[in-house]
Each structure stands twice: as structure tokens, then as C-alpha cells.
């Protein structure tokens, strides 16, 4: 059974830095991508970064470029979220997911994904 953790979340003030953390467990896939996705009150869920595994091939919102970077550690099975300088408008559940067969003009779209953790609220005071 594929599993995700996210945590990390928490309540910071505009400028300051987080790092979200996804633990993953039962991959059995060849090719898949992981990423970070996030919601706000009353707006879509949108996609934030995500990784391929095998090439580690990434995608970051053009958005988000120079302050969110994503990594992963294969060893700890964790995928993480580095989210600096952040600003009142990244307020908003961030959650990981993966899926596979996912092409690659499809990677920041929620239903490309099959598997999906639980949300980490992140809230950002101005």
C-alpha cells in the first residue's frame, strides 16, 4: 500500500523559511513523479514542485522559482519542500502526492496524481 506523510507545516511570519518533509512508503513503481501541491481557502489545488524518479528531472511553478526547491532523500524514502522568503500569499494546506504515467505537460495537474498524503497547513502573517 503507497503511503505519504507530509509534515513541517506551521504558522511564520512574512520572510521566514520552512521546511516541509513527505515520508513515503510501498513504492513498488519504476517511473513515477513526486511532488508538492497546495490549496488555499477557497481556490483550487495547485501545483507547486514535483521530481522524477530515475532522471530527478524537476518542476517548480514559475511562481515559486528562487524561493521554493524541492529534494529528496532515497535513503530516508522522504521528499522535502525548502520554502524560503515567504509571503502572506503561500498560505494554504500544502500536500505530496505521486503518481505514474504522468506526462511530462501534465506534471503540475492534481488529477495526473494517484496517491495523495494528508494536508500540512502553512500559514504566513504579514
Known amino acids: 500500500e503507497v503511503q505519504l506523510q507530509a509534515s513541517g507545516g506551521g504558522s511564520v511570519q512574512a520572510g521566514g523559511s520552512l521546511r516541509l518533509s513527505c515520508t513515503t512508503s510501498g513504492f513498488t513503481f519504476d517511473d513515477y513523479y513526486i511532488g508538492w501541491f497546495r490549496q488555499a481557502p477557497g481556490k483550487e489545488r495547485e501545483g507547486v514542485s514535483c521530481?522524477?524518479?530515475?532522471?530527478?528531472?524537476?518542476y517548480v511553478a514559475d511562481s515559486l522559482k528562487g524561493r521554493f526547491t524541492i529534494s529528496r532523500d532515497f535513503n530516508a524514502n522522504t521528499l522535502y519542500l525548502q520554502m524560503n522568503s515567504l509571503k502572506p500569499e503561500d498560505t494554504a494546506l500544502y500536500y505530496c502526492?505521486?503518481?505514474?504515467?504522468?506526462?511530462?505537460?501534465?506534471?503540475?495537474?492534481?488529477?495526473?496524481?494517484?496517491?495523495w498524503g494528508q494536508g500540512t497547513l502553512v500559514t504566513v502573517s504579514s
Open positions: 521530481i522524477r524518479s530515475g532522471d530527478g528531472n524537476t
Open positions: 502526492a505521486t503518481g505514474t504515467r504522468i506526462i511530462s505537460s501534465q506534471v503540475a495537474v492534481p488529477s495526473s496524481y494517484d496517491y
